[in-house]
């Protein structure tokens, strides 16, 4: 939860955000996490920032890091959430995922909704 879902229409949305690492998102597989979500336009840190830190060491592994993990363990990610503000407790709750298939592509849209149980009474 980054934010950035509150202010996706303005200009800033399509550049000031922050991104995943390879690191950070292999450690996350490596402790179970199967599907990880953002609230930012992208995974990965914001394209302008990638492509410049490119420019300056030719260094191809710097594009699309996070992406490109999946290339080494198996992952979903889903970019452009929102409101994940709105649910009451930061963990412990399920994630459900609906995605629509799209004929030959690689990616689609889905709907992603969060399981909250309700807490039993003590008393």
Not at 93 to 111: D, L, N, T, Y
């Amino acid at each position: 939860m980054t934010g950035a879902d509150k202010y996706n229409k303005e200009k800033r949305y399509l550049t000031d955000y922050p991104g995943m690492s390879e690191e950070a998102t292999l450690w996350l597989i490596e402790q179970g996490v199967k599907i990880i979500g953002i609230d930012a336009v992208g995974f990965d840190r914001a394209w302008k920032v990638m492509f410049e830190d490119y420019l300056k060491t030719k260094d191809k592994s710097l594009l699309w890091p996070a992406h490109f993990a999946g290339r080494k363990k198996e992952y979903l990610h889903i970019e452009k959430m929102a409101n994940l503000d709105k649910i009451p407790k930061p963990y412990g709750f399920k994630v459900a995922c609906f995605p629509i298939k799209v004929e030959k592509g690689s990616a689609g849209w889905c709907r992603a909704v969060a399981i909250v149980e309700e807490e039993e009474n003590a008393y």
